[in-house]
């Protein structure tokens, strides 16, 4: 069955520190990829999206992640988080042939520690 | 340039009531979508639509109904409200297939 995984239900940064954060999918072909974010009581919005092309894609906000096809992965990173991107993150996985339906992950929520 | 706006941001229902949320977008994206979101679940598909007058089933649409009369507004229903209906309804947008969704901020829905 298709599926989008996020391992880590909760990550706990300190401010200034690099932040990785996982995404692994199971799809017969390459998808599209997506990271969104959502601040709380807000809907989500779009840090970065792959399609094709360059396997490492910059996004907003400082973000960036690489698609790996071998991994079937697509991990969201900052080298260097701050308070404001305290969040909860979500993966989303669309399919050319799904008509625009993305696949979220449970999403990972991230505290940032002083 | 409002985007995605819904109404109501909160609603409190009581089991076998009825309600309809109203999304609008101002993007003149033809595709338009309801999620809902709850606790460790991320986001699922309730119904979608690929422009005026066409609408689909998502991945949970089961005690819902919707409409997509105009382009701009999407229609989300309950006839019956459920308590396991309680959760946080997004409504979403997009240009193209794939392209990237555009989110309102959102409708908290309780029902007792």
């Known amino acids: 069955a298709q599926s989008v995984t996020q391992p880590d239900i909760h990550i706990t940064v300190s401010e200034g520190a690099s932040l990785e954060l996982r995404c692994n999918y199971s799809y017969g072909a390459t998808p599209y990829l997506f990271w969104y974010v959502q601040s709380p009581g807000q809907g989500l919005q779009l840090l970065l999206k792959y399609f094709s092309g360059d396997t490492l894609v910059q996004g907003i906000k400082g973000f960036e992640a690489e698609f790996k096809r071998s991994q079937s992965s697509f991990n969201l990173r900052k080298p260097s988080v701050h308070w404001s991107d305290a969040a909860e993150y979500f993966c989303?996985?669309?399919?050319?042939?799904?008509?625009?339906?993305?696949?979220f992950g449970a999403g990972t929520q991230v505290v940032v520690t002083p | 340039n409002a985007g995605v706006t819904q109404t109501p941001k909160f609603r409190v229902l009581k089991t076998g009531q009825s309600m309809t949320l109203l999304c609008a977008q101002d993007m003149n994206h033809e595709y338009m979508y309801w999620y809902r979101q709850d606790p460790g679940m991320g986001l699922r598909l309730i119904h979608y639509s690929v422009g005026e007058g066409t609408t689909a089933k998502g991945e949970v649409p089961d005690g819902y109904n919707v409409s997509r009369l105009k382009k701009q507004n999407f229609l989300l229903g309950l006839e019956s409200a459920a308590p396991s209906q309680t959760s946080v309804y997004f409504c979403?947008?997009?240009?193209?297939?794939?392209?990237?969704?555009?989110f309102g901020n959102g409708t908290r829905l309780t029902v007792t």
């Open positions: 979403a947008s997009s240009y193209v297939v794939n392209s990237p969704l555009h």
């Open positions: 989303a996985v669309g399919l050319t042939d799904s008509w625009g339906k993305l696949q």
